[in-house]
Structure formats: C-alpha cells, structure tokens
C-alpha cells in the first residue's frame, strides 16, 4: 500500500511540476499606437534626411581614409560644413 501512494505523490508532483511551466507562459498582446507603453522604433520616431551630395562625398571621404566612431563623425561635419560654404561662394 505504500508504495502506491508513494507513486501517487510522484506521479502528481511530476504532473504540477510539468503543468506549471505551460501555465507560466503569458498570451501575446496586442498593442496599439496610442498605448502608453509602445515605444516607437527610432526610424518611427524621427523621419530620415535625404542624404545631399556633399554628405555621400563626405562619407566616401572618410570611408577610403579609414574613419570610424567620433573621427568619422568630426571628419563629416567638417566636411560638410567647408563643402556648404564652397557650395555658397560659387
């Protein structure tokens, strides 16, 4: 007798065990545009500049010299910037 209950107990730890992780799963959401905890995508948040001429040169520029992180960001912007105001003199 007591090693059927002793099954028993096994059996029904075994089977709460197993059935709790199924139960632990949460249902997928839906969530909508005005819902306080959606997050828009840095894309949705701020519309892309079309890229000038004077921009894509510079980043040629600073590809072929190797330029990464900030010195690649400096480098732009000072490109850019000596690129407008050649732009403006012509």
Same mark, same amino acid.
């Given at each position: ?13 075994? %089977? ?25 995508? &840095? ?6 500049? &079309?890229?000038?001429?004077? %921009?894509?040169?510079? %980043? ?16 732009? %912007? ?13």
């Amino acid at each position: 007798m007591t090693t059927f209950s002793s099954r028993a107990i096994v059996t029904i730890f075994a %089977s709460l065990i197993l059935a709790g992780s199924a139960f632990a799963q949460t249902p997928a959401t839906t969530t909508t545009p005005t819902s306080p905890t959606t997050k828009a995508a &840095p894309a949705e948040k701020k519309a892309e500049k &079309p890229r000038t001429a004077e %921009s894509l040169e510079c %980043s040629k520029q600073a590809d072929a010299k190797g330029l990464h992180g900030k010195e690649r960001k400096k480098f732009r %912007s000072e490109c850019k910037k000596t690129a407008a105001g050649a732009t403006k003199a012509n």
